[in-house]
Each structure stands twice: as structure tokens, then as C-alpha cells.
């Protein structure tokens, strides 16, 4: 509890460093653990200040070329719909790694964080018990302006915690936006979280989410509803072996756990340990990183370039008055298109 | 048959046009039904000449200020596995719109026509019979050196076989690739065809398709098959239900046919007609096709920009340089990025 609160107490103090420490004495100090500097590294991280920026850079950039990153950690993206009870879970398999003696990371992505500037695991202070782990290290959400901002931050925060020695990162979010494919796109591991029942909380999550699941699981398996939960799971089961095969070759488990009472944890934590022995036999593990990797290189071009061109005032004005005759059918998508392009201030070359 | 020569004949000869019209007298002759001139329109749309793009938007920027493109037509997608039997379905659909009297367009969009320059319809002379009607326009997939711009040709060929008066048009496409995805962004029903059987062929469909079909349609249910179209619509029926509601808030229906036999098609129409009732009903008939305009407008933007910025020299030598160091992990996703846009000759300002 005392550990909790000077956690919190860390996470606000970092902000307001006046002294930067240079990248080598960062690096230094999170390949020794050092728990304030790695706090302050991730500041620098999410921080919009150029300076900062620069130095999160600098920073992520050596550890990469020392080699200081290991390869062989898991990354488990986490998702449900709101009140599958995912707190509760995420500090019962935490807690249940750390019980192994494994270094454990918590990061989220919340895309509501954009507006309300809040964030998941801002009910941080529940998961009092992991917490207070030594082998644990929980850092809520960025806030930002774009969910493109907030997921490159988490996936840097990643490279840096990784680091640090933590050989396991969760990372969770919230069914209900484009967050999953962010999320889905910087882990090894996709876990879906589900309510006992009829898959009635699927109304709440979007649709290709069940598609990107590697292992389903339904939660609150525990006093009357264990029955549903068994019910559900086979529901899920069935459903799984429908969708076209994983290109991991992995096929989708469904399990039954209940974070509350703590069971089916260690038995979904032995599925993970086997797709991890799957996607390492096979090579996907190293091939999806590889992938990723190029994703994100490109989708970070691509992010920006839009973003400059969608910023241009000339861009802006044909926008305005081409929307609106777009969406009339008053003229056609491309004819509208090329006079955008055209406000652009650079010749580009045309297509086909 | 002689009529199915003509066309094709037809089609060889308007690429050879020498004198072409005015924009005004393809629009009248179109509007009119001539279906020379609208041949000859759509390879305008086709052709990658910067004289004929510009007569195209012209023609295009025509019919739609003069409202001569009707709201009220049907814009039915059609995808499926190799072997699913998708020319003979969409023959035995087309010749029953025709003996209700609709006018109905055949359109396809085939990805593999990048490479060979080939495309499907190409066996459009199976399809004889709906070939010779005088109430059918069928027109093979352009070729192009991008799913995109063969999309967008296709997508600007709808407007123009609508602007002729053809109520109902088919587009057909494979579904092996991303096709699917650009054939979904420009139609307002979206059929998937089946095998009967275990959903084997799934194999070769990409993920993300059975949540795109508002109807599934096990074809080939004929014969000593009948019992396993039977069992796989159960299967599918099963399947569907458990994906999350679609935008339309139609719940995907799934059905059986026998394109070969005819069975089963006038069964599939009605619940097309009811599919269309219901999105009239909601408004999401009219919303969709706006959200489409609006998408492909983003897109064509989206399309040209990425691409003047990927063929631009400096950004090339840069991309092939950084490329292998983020593949291998050396350098930060994000870092890369932002060398590779130091290298176009425009200042972007920094997001976030």
C-alpha cells in the first residue's frame, strides 16, 4: 500500500524533473532497474516537448543498437468489453507471474484518454496487492491527442520496460474502438475476455476482434455461473473453428477462468506458454516482429505525411467546400480528390 | 451468341476509338442507353491517357451535377472462393433480374489482372445466355498497376452503368485478397457464396469477409449435396449469429441455392429485396453510400499523397536504407520514420 502510493507519487514527480539526465545515464539506470529513472524515461516518452522528444529518441536509440532490448519477451494485448472485469483479471495473472518469480510490466491504451485526459488503470490503486510487487511495473495510459500518438508512446514504453528486465508485458484496452488493432499490432499475444452467457457483450466490441483473438477466455466463471461459462465457452469454440486459420497457424483456445477467485489462471497462463512454444517452432513470433516492425515504420509515415497535408490551410479550405458536395454525390470522390491534391505545394506524380 | 461476339468485339474496338465525343454527347448517349458510347465511357474511365481521364471526369462531373445518376439503384458485391462457382451464379441471378424485367450490370474487380493483365468475366462467354439480353451489361475487370486504381475504375463505371439505366449491378470479385475490402466500400449488399460442406474453403478466404456478408449463400446445393448445403448452413447460421451486429443493424442471413439448377435464386432475391427494405427503412441505405463517398474521397487523397511520397528519389534511397535496419530491430519503428521524412522536400509539422 505504502509501495503503491509512492509509485503514484513517482508517476506525478517525474513530470516535473527539472535536471535531465543524458541518454547514456538513462540507459545505464534502466538496464539496472532503476524503477525513477525508467519512470522518468517513459515521461520522456509520452512528453510533447521537443527536447524531451529528443532525448526519449536518443534514449531509444541506444538501447536498441546495445542490444539492451531482449527479444525474447511476450507482449500479451489484452481486451474486453466494459464489466468483463478486466482490473481484476490483469492483477490475478500478474499476480500469478510474479508468483513465478517473473518480472511483470502493466501498460494500457485508452483511447478516451484523448478526451477526458483520464485513463485506464487510472483504477491503478485496485490492483493494490501487484502493485506492491518488486517484480511488477504499472504505468497507465498516455494521454494524447490521436490514438496514432498514444499507441507509438506505449510501444516505445514497451522497448524501454523490456529493457528493464520485465520479461512479460500486459497491455490492455478497451473493446470498443480502433485501439485493438494497436495494440494487436505491437504484441505477440492476443487475449479476448468474455463474460459467461450468450457472447451478448459482443454488442459492445467491434467487429474483427474475435478474429484477432489467439486465446479467448471467459471470466467470472465462479458460484451460479459456472455453468454459462461452460455453456459460453463452447459457443465460442464452435465459433472459432469457423474463422478462416490464424496466419500463425496457431488455431483460437477458448478457457474458462475467474480472476476472482483465481482459477484457470495457471492453466491459461500453460496456453500462453504453448502458443508461445508454437510461434517460436514455427517462426512466426520472430516473422510477426519483423512485421510489425515494418507496420509501424510505415503506418508512422503515413501518420505524419496525412497529418501535414491535412493540416495545410490551402488543403483545408478545398476540404471544406468539397466535403459537403462529396457526400451529396454532387461530384465524384476522385474528381474531388485531385483538386485537393492540387492546394498541396508539391508536384505529385500522378498514379497509373 | 453472335450477340456475346458483338459485345466482346465491342469491347476490343472502343480502345481503338480514333475521333472521340464530347462529354455532352456521351452523357446524352448514355443517359439514352446507347451502349457504344457508354462502352466507349468506360474505357475512357479505364484508360490511363491524361486526355481521356480528363474527358472521363468531365463525362462523370456531367451526369452527376445533372442528377442523371439515379439513388435508387442496387449495388450487390459477390465474393467467394475459387471453385464456388461464382460466373454460373451470377449468371442464374442475372437471368432472373432479367425475366423480372431489371436492367442489370455485371462489373468485377480482379486484383490478379495487375500481373496478368488478364481478368475474371473473361469467361463472360459462359455466360451466354445473359450475355445476349438486351437488359444486361457485362464488363470484365480492368487491369491497372494498383488495387486501387482498379478499384477506382470500377467504382466510377457503376456510376456510368447507372447513369444508363441498368438498376441492379453485380461486382464480382475473389476472395483471395484485399479486393474485398475495396468491392464492400462501393456497394450496399454484400453476398458471400459457400460451398456445401465443413467451411473448408474458408481456407482460401481472407479473415474479416464472413463479417462483411450481409447474405451467405451456400451454392451447389444440387444432387447428393443437398444434405451438406443443408448441414453447412446450419453451420453458418450458427456462425453468424455470433459476430457482432453489423453497422446496418441487419442480421446476416444465410440461404441456399443451386446457380446450376436455378433453385433457390428467386428465394435469395426476396430476401435481398428485404435486405434493401431494411436499409431504406433505417436510413442506412442513404448513410452508407454517403459514408462510402466520403471514404474513397480519404482514400484517393490518401492514395496519391503515399504514393508521390514512396516514388520521390530521396525517399526511396532512404527507405531502402533504414528499411533492413528496422526489420532487424536496430533502429526505433518511429526514429526511421522520421529520417525518411526529412528526406521530402516538404516541412511537415510534428504531430502531438
Given at each position: 500500500m505504502d509501495r503503491n502510493r509512492t509509485l503514484v507519487r513517482t508517476f506525478r514527480h517525474t513530470t516535473m524533473a527539472k535536471a535531465l539526465n543524458t541518454a547514456e545515464e538513462y540507459a545505464k539506470g534502466i538496464r539496472e532497474g532503476n524503477r525513477v529513472l525508467l519512470g522518468q524515461a517513459i515521461t520522456l516518452v509520452e512528453s510533447a516537448r521537443p527536447e524531451h522528444q529528443q532525448l526519449a529518441n536518443q534514449l531509444i536509440g541506444l538501447l536498441l543498437s546495445e542490444g539492451a532490448v531482449p527479444s525474447q519477451t511476450l507482449r500479451i494485448g489484452i481486451t474486453g468489453a466494459p464489466g468483463v472485469g478486466k482490473s481484476t483479471f490483469i492483477e490475478a495473472l500478474g499476480n500469478y507471474l510474479t508468483s513465478l518469480g517473473k518480472r511483470v510490466a502493466v501498460l494500457a491504451i485508452d483511447p478516451s484518454s484523448q478526451i477526458s485526459k483520464g485513463s485506464i488503470l487510472g483504477d491503478k490503486t485496485r490492483m493494490e496487492q501487484l502493485a506492491a510487487s518488486d517484480l511488477a511495473f504499472i504505468r497507465p495510459s498516455p494521454a494524447g491527442n490521436s490514438l496514432g500518438g498514444v499507441a507509438r508512446k506505449?510501444?516505445?514504453?514497451?522497448?524501454?520496460?523490456?529493457?528493464?528486465?520485465?520479461?512479460?508485458?500486459?497491455?490492455?484496452?478497451?473493446?470498443?474502438?480502433?485501439?485493438?488493432?494497436?495494440?494487436?499490432?505491437?504484441?505477440?499475444?492476443?487475449?479476448?475476455?468474455?463474460?459467461?452467457?450468450?457472447?451478448?457483450?459482443?454488442?459492445?466490441?467491434?467487429?474483427?476482434?474475435?478474429?484477432?483473438?489467439?486465446?479467448?477466455?471467459?471470466?467470472?466463471?465462479?458460484?451460479?455461473?459456472?455453468?454459462?461459462?461452460?455453456?459460453?465457452?463452447?459457443?465460442?469454440?464452435?465459433?472459432?473453428?469457423?474463422?478462416?486459420?490464424?496466419?500463425?497457424?496457431?488455431?483460437?483456445?477458448?478457457?474458462?477462468?475467474?480472476?476472482?477467485?483465481?482459477?484457470?489462471?495457471?492453466?491459461?497462463?500453460?496456453?500462453?506458454?504453448?502458443?508461445?512454444?508454437?510461434?517460436?517452432?514455427?517462426?512466426?513470433?520472430?516473422?510477426?516482429?519483423?512485421?510489425?516492425?515494418?507496420?509501424?515504420?510505415?503506418?508512422?509515415?503515413?501518420?505524419?505525411?496525412?497529418s501535414a497535408f491535412f493540416q495545410h490551410p490551402e488543403v483545408r479550405q478545398q476540404l471544406q467546400y468539397l466535403e459537403p458536395l462529396v457526400l451529396q454525390g454532387k461530384i465524384s470522390p476522385f474528381a474531388a480528390a485531385e483538386q485537393v491534391l492540387g492546394a498541396f505545394p508539391v508536384r505529385l506524380n500522378k498514379e497509373d
Open positions: 506505449t510501444r516505445e514504453t514497451i522497448l524501454l520496460v523490456e529493457a528493464a528486465g520485465y520479461e512479460i508485458v500486459l497491455i490492455e484496452t478497451v473493446g470498443v474502438g480502433q485501439s485493438e488493432t494497436a495494440v494487436h499490432s505491437m504484441t505477440d499475444l492476443f487475449l479476448l475476455l468474455l463474460l459467461p452467457g450468450a457472447g451478448d457483450e459482443l454488442q459492445g466490441i467491434k467487429r474483427g476482434i474475435v478474429e484477432m483473438a489467439d486465446i479467448l477466455c471467459v471470466n467470472k466463471a465462479e458460484g451460479d455461473r459456472v455453468q454459462l461459462a461452460k455453456q459460453a465457452s463452447v459457443y465460442y469454440s464452435n465459433a472459432t473453428h469457423l474463422l478462416p486459420p490464424a496466419q500463425s497457424g496457431w488455431a483460437p483456445q477458448v478457457l474458462r477462468c475467474s480472476a476472482q477467485e483465481g482459477t484457470g489462471i495457471k492453466e491459461l497462463w500453460e496456453t500462453m506458454e504453448k502458443f508461445r512454444a508454437h510461434v517460436q517452432d514455427n517462426n512466426f513470433f520472430a516473422e510477426n516482429r519483423r512485421q510489425q516492425a515494418a507496420w509501424w515504420f510505415q503506418e508512422s509515415i503515413r501518420d505524419s505525411l496525412l
